[in-house]
Structure formats: structure tokens, C-alpha cells
T-cell receptor
């Protein structure tokens, strides 16, 4: 059972364009939503994260938008660059002390020149 | 990837052999998590360990798989009698403590190929 649904699974964006990746969750016990970036042959690395008490968080060219009522959140990459080409995973942590994180299936982003 | 070391990076085994994957967490981290990533799939939680304790192994197959995190030394994920379906990338992550939302730092993974 996929508790965090991520789409699209692959995305091709022109350099300078906006990349948008969406995630939806069902479990209202989730209360922390990070995005991870993974380059080929590497492990995932935390990119940006948000809590549900804010609707948007921006770090440089990366922005998370969060819609608590719809139980959806998305990653926007502004001015996408070829160096952003990677696989992006959304994730969700439950409230409480134990960090059994649930990952989305991943989105393979390719930014073409 | 703040210092989680996994080895080997690549491991080739024949069916029926044992695979032993090692993970040295970031210095000072006492919590280790193992994940499996199949081709074209996301990361699937396998097991969560603290020093000398298995906290949650709900994601680990009941047979052939075991994990440990001894007081001294790296965490070990052990797969006995490997089958082709075990071929995957296995990632280890560590965090300094539970509670709050501590960042999990991932290693570069071990890519297991079963012939």
C-alpha cells in the first residue's frame, strides 16, 4: 500500500523552466515532509523539508508548497538547470518519536539544454 | 551524505551464497536504518536499529534477512542464500537520536547483484 503517492515518475524540462513534482498522502499522522535528491550512484540527500503549519517554504531555487486540507505537497524547481537532473523523492514522517519515514516512488528529472 | 560509509559499493553473489553489507554511521550517531531500492522503485524501509537493539524490523523479509548494530563496529545487513530477487541497491542511513525530526544521512549504497 503506497502511503505517499508521487507523480510524475519521469519529467523532462527545458533549461530555465520550472520543474514541478507532486505528492499526496493519506495518513493524517504525517507531520514532516522532506524532499530528497539522488544522483546516479549516490545515496539520497535531504534537499528541503516542510512542516504542515506553513504553506510554503523556499530555499534558493527550490520551493515546497503544502496544502494541508488536500493532503498534498509539491516541489517546484525554478530556473531548472542540467545539474538538477536527478531523481527526487518526497517523504513523510509520522508524528511522535520514531522516524519510520515513508518515501514516494521517485521522479526522475531530466533538464535538457 | 554526511559521512555514512557503506561497503562494499558493489557486491556480486551467486544464488545460494551469503551477502554481508556493512554500514558505518556518522560518528556519534546511534540510530541506523536500512532501506532497499529496487530498479525504478522508491526506497523501502527494512529495519531500524539502535546500538545492540532492533527497534523495528517490520520491513524486513522474515526469512534469510537479518541485521545487527553491535556496540562496537558497523551495522551489518546479512542476506543468506541469496536469490535473484534480492538484486537491488541497499542504503543505510543514520541519525543522531530519535525524537523530533532528525535528518537521516544516507550512505552511497551497496549494489547487490545476484547471478
Amino acid at each position: 500500500q503506497q502511503q505517499v503517492k508521487q507523480s510524475p515518475q519521469s519529467l523532462i524540462v527545458q533549461k530555465g523552466g520550472i520543474s514541478i513534482i507532486n505528492c499526496a498522502y493519506e495518513n493524517t499522522a504525517f507531520d514532516y515532509f522532506p524532499w530528497y535528491q539522488q544522483f546516479p550512484g549516490k545515496g539520497p540527500a535531504l534537499l528541503i523539508a516542510i512542516r504542515p503549519d506553513v504553506s510554503e517554504k523556499k530555499e534558493g531555487r527550490f520551493t515546497i508548497s503544502f496544502n494541508k486540507s488536500a493532503k498534498q505537497f509539491s516541489l517546484h524547481i525554478m530556473d531548472s538547470q542540467p545539474g538538477d537532473s536527478a531523481t527526487y523523492f518526497c517523504a513523510a514522517f509520522p508524528s511522535g518519536g520514531y522516524q519510520k519515514v515513508t518515501f514516494g516512488i521517485g521522479t526522475k528529472l531530466q533538464v535538457i539544454p | 551524505n554526511a559521512g555514512v560509509m557503506q561497503n562494499p559499493r558493489h557486491l556480486v553473489r551467486r544464488r545460494g551464497q551469503e551477502a554481508r553489507l556493512r554500514c558505518s554511521p556518522v560518528k556519534g550517531h546511534s540510530h541506523v536504518y536500512w532501506y532497499r531500492q529496487l530498479p525504478e522503485e522508491g526506497l523501502k524501509f527494512m529495519v531500524y536499529l539502535q546500538k545492540e537493539n532492533i527497534i523495528d524490523e517490520s520491513g524486513m523479509p522474515k526469512e534469510r534477512f537479518s541485521a545487527e548494530f553491535p556496540k562496537e563496529g558497523p551495522s551489518i545487513l546479512r542476506i543468506q542464500q541469496v536469490v535473484r530477487g534480492d538484486s537491488a541497491a541497499y542504503f543505510c542511513a543514520s541519525s543522531p537520536r530519535t525524537g523530533g525530526k532528525n535528518i537521516q544521512y544516507f550512505g552511497a549504497g551497496t549494489r547487490l547483484s545476484v547471478l
